[in-house]
């Protein structure tokens, strides 16, 4: 037994031994356990250093303490607007510098889409609408709201929509909706507001776990079509709802799977209404969807459409004859391929602020927040299992939008359709087997929720925590960082320091915070003897 093979043992032994202990300690000090790392070069001393940056997942078993600050995050945005009793401030118009630098760059890129479908460089120009799909993407992210322009231009053709196929109106009332957002008081003092729960409908007798009393008879097809349509459905809820009652009603909710894979959806709505108009509203609003009927599949797994360069479209495999294009689809559209409805099942509850059942309410909504999907609903018995899988399957040949490659299915080409597109096979999030086919989007909040973004709400945070140091003398002064150079390291980099000595240094940085805060709050603390009012309002000494 030679010294050197022993050593071997011990390396192989304490690397992943030691990682485990030290992603243990950040859980433990609440810091990221799976930083990016980033490289930040001062442009003036040229000095580089690596920096670790939160990955920010709000799944728990990805990332622990980023899953937790991020529901903190969503429960003070809840808390803020539920009982708001003030307008709030609509600050979002403004577009930061990010916002501003990538408008821009999209400008630029449409541009060259553009010219490259122009000289017919086709290959070329599907790069650049995926580029452009992706800036949209991140304009999204950073917060902003709305559409952004076709690249292909207005030429695009507008559906032609005859007066058969206008949204039928519900059995409602229709008020003028006026811009007030906060609900009445009462009696001078409470200001009511609601949690309010909505069910999708039956799709046939379920078990105390979810799953069918009879599999065979059981609406499989329904119950895909009305998870994808699930977050347009609710979109109409709150337009007839607003209408109904003739404010402009304000919600913060949440869509969570129940038992038996369908979505539904826990609000807390501002303001109070009455159930009977909740329950009206429920019953009267449904979504028709006019898309191209997708009923009887044309291909299947032996026999897909194919690609042809030259055309640059589907054709099929045997008479080479074009399949039907997205906007011919439309237009020969008669009826509605979908109809979806709430389930007949209204909760609702009216609920005071800052009382301890707002504070649970609170809780229920921002339970599961931490938890993918496919963790909420997590199959055990084989019946479960099985009632899994023949939804997962249905959510297979359902298609999700209009440019979802699941229509090459049914012979149809989806909108924006090139040579990378897979017959069947989209990446929308519907056809997932981990999300069983509920909205990507698991938190929906209105506009005039609490007039923030979540950015805002977390910029509030750290200027509490600043001001609360400042006030025992500890200055954390805003670092000028126009000079830093940000670079996201590739992946397999080797010049930045490994993940552990990151976390080490957040660890120990988190440390020292912590001291300093608790610091500040027994600073904040009246000395014995006086009077609660003082410790309530620490800041104005
Ligand atoms: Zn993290
Ligand atoms: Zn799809």
């Not at 449904?286 to 044309?298: G, K």
């Not at 509605?336 to 309410?361: M, N």
């Not at 988190?510 to 309002?537: D, F, H, K, V």
């Amino acid at each position: 037994m030679s010294i050197p093979e022993q050593d071997d043992t011990v390396v192989r032994l304490r690397g992943p031994l030691s990682a485990d202990v030290i992603t243990a300690a950040a859980e433990q000090h609440g810091v990221c356990v799976r930083p990016f790392t980033m490289e930040v070069t001062d442009s003036d001393t040229g000095s580089v250093r690596h920096v670790g940056v939160p990955c920010g997942s709000t799944v728990e078993s990805v990332c622990a303490p980023c899953a937790k600050k991020a529901k903190a995050l969503r429960m003070v945005q809840c808390r803020e607007g539920w009982h708001m009793a003030t307008e709030p401030v609509d600050r979002r118009g403004e577009a930061t510098a990010d916002q501003r630098a990538l408008v821009e760059y999209r400008a630029d890129l449409v541009a060259a889409y553009r010219e490259s479908v122009e000289n017919g460089e086709a290959g070329e120009a599907d790069e650049l609408r995926e580029e452009i799909r992706t800036v949209d993407g991140e304009l999204h992210a950073s917060g902003m709201r709305g559409r952004m322009p076709n690249p292909d231009g207005a030429g695009r053709r507008a559906p032609k929509r005859s007066t058969k196929r206008r949204q039928d109106v519900p059995d409602l009332p229709r008020l003028k909706v006026a811009k007030r957002t906060v609900g009445r008081e009462y009696a001078g003092a409470y200001r009511p507001s609601m949690f309010v729960t909505l069910t999708c409908d039956s799709y046939g007798r379920v078990r105390g776990d979810g799953s069918p009393v009879n599999p065979a008879a059981y609406d499989y097809r329904r119950a895909a079509r009305d998870a994808v349509h699930f977050a347009s459905l609710v979109d109409r809820w709150w337009q007839n709802l607003r209408r109904a009652v003739g404010w402009d009603v304000q919600y913060f909710a949440t869509v969570e799977p129940q038992k038996r894979t369908a979505p539904h959806l826990h609000a807390a709505i501002r303001g109070s209404v009455s159930h009977e108009v909740l329950r009206q509203v429920t019953a009267a609003t449904y979504l028709q969807v006019w898309w191209p009927s997708h009923d009887e599949q044309v291909y299947g797994r032996y026999r897909l459409p194919v690609w042809d360069p030259e055309e640059r479209e589907f054709v099929d495999p045997d008479t080479r004859a074009p399949l039907t294009a997205w906007a011919d689809a439309v237009d020969q559209v008669e009826d509605p391929a979908h109809v979806a409805t709430f389930g007949a099942q209204v909760h609702s509850k009216g609920i005071l602020g800052g009382t301890e059942e707002s504070g649970r309410h609170i809780g229920y909504l921002t339970k599961y927040l931490t938890k993918s999907t496919g963790e909420v609903v997590e199959a055990t018995t084989d019946a479960q299992r099985a009632h899994h899988e023949r939804l997962h399957a249905e959510l297979q040949i359902t298609p999700c939008s209009p440019r979802c490659a699941v229509w090459l299915l049914y012979g149809v080409q989806p909108l924006g359709v090139t040579s990378k597109t897979v017959p069947g096979h989209c990446k929308g999030r519907a056809h997932r087997r981990s999300t069983l086919g509920l909205p990507g989007r698991r938190v929906l909040v209105s506009r005039k929720w609490s007039g923030k973004t979540l950015a805002d709400h977390k910029a509030d945070r750290v200027g509490f925590v600043r001001r609360m140091l400042a006030a025992v003398g500890i200055a954390k002064p805003e670092r000028d960082t126009s000079r830093l150079v940000w670079r996201k390291l590739a992946p397999g980099d080797t010049s930045a320091p490994p993940r552990a000595h990151l976390l080490m240094h957040a660890i120990s940085e988190r440390i020292t915070w912590r001291a300093e805060y608790e610091t500040a709050l027994l600073a904040a603390q009246p000395p014995p003897g006086e009077s609660n009012l003082s410790a309530t309002r620490p800041m104005a000494a």
